[in-house]
């Protein structure tokens, strides 16, 4: 049996890991992944400082460790979600059902969605908590780099995450169409490979 739904008819082959890094959305995602290391990674390394005078260390984005937390818990959980996505899209060329292909594909929107919004929020509270700091919190300007570091990398995940809904959003389009064909002409072979 030749046919399927997208690419069903190839359920249980092996496993091609250069075709799946080459697909745009696993490029998208893996970058994405990044972002979200050096977003945190920025943070959780030298986003906390102290002056001399004080023992305890404080966030760099206007002494706010609701800025630094928030950076940490979206930069960890994305980078999360990655690994847990990138899973998805390696099994994904196994599931053979077309409804659960549709389930798949209607959470990676959401999930996509969701993110960007998280990192276009977390962009402007970094951006407003580093305009707000004062020189006096960070005399040494210690740590400075890291904190343009999230901000800048925040701002880069927006696009990557809208990338990646945008691209899941054409796979549904072709599931759907896929499902309304062999609706249509359920005794015809399959029209995607």
């Known amino acids: 049996m030749d ?19 080459r697909q745009p959305h696993t490029i998208l995602r893996l970058v ?3 972002f979200s290391i050096v977003v945190f990674g920025s943070i959780v390394n030298e986003g906390y400082v102290n002056r001399s005078s004080e023992p ?23 980078f999360l979600s990655c690994l847990l996505y990138l899973a998805l899209d390696a ?11 549709k389930k798949a594909v209607l959470s990676d929107i959401g999930v996509s969605a969701f993110w960007a919004f998280l990192w276009f929020v ?3 509270f970094l951006t407003n908590q580093w305009q707000a700091s004062k020189e006096e919190y960070n005399p040494l300007n210690e ?16 696009f990557t995450w809208s990338c990646l809904t945008f691209l899941a ?21 399959s029209l995607l490979p």
Do not use: M
């Open 91 to 101: 099994y994904f060329p196994q599931i053979s059902s077309v409804k659960d292909r």
């Open 122 to 124: 977390g962009f402007c």
């Open 143 to 158: 740590g400075g780099d890291a904190a343009r570091a999230a901000i800048t990398f925040s701002f880069f995940s927006i």
């Open 3 to 21: 046919g399927g739904a997208f690419g069903a008819g190839k359920a249980g082959g092996a496993f091609d890991p250069q075709a799946f890094i």
């Open 169 to 189: 959003f054409r796979r549904l389009r072709d599931i759907t169409f896929q499902e309304e064909y062999n609706t249509l002409f359920p005794n015809s072979p």
């Open 56 to 78: 305890q260390e404080h966030c760099i984005f206007n002494r706010n460790r609701n800025a630094c937390n928030y950076g940490i818990t979206v930069g960890v959980l994305a």
């Open 32 to 34: 994405s992944w990044v």
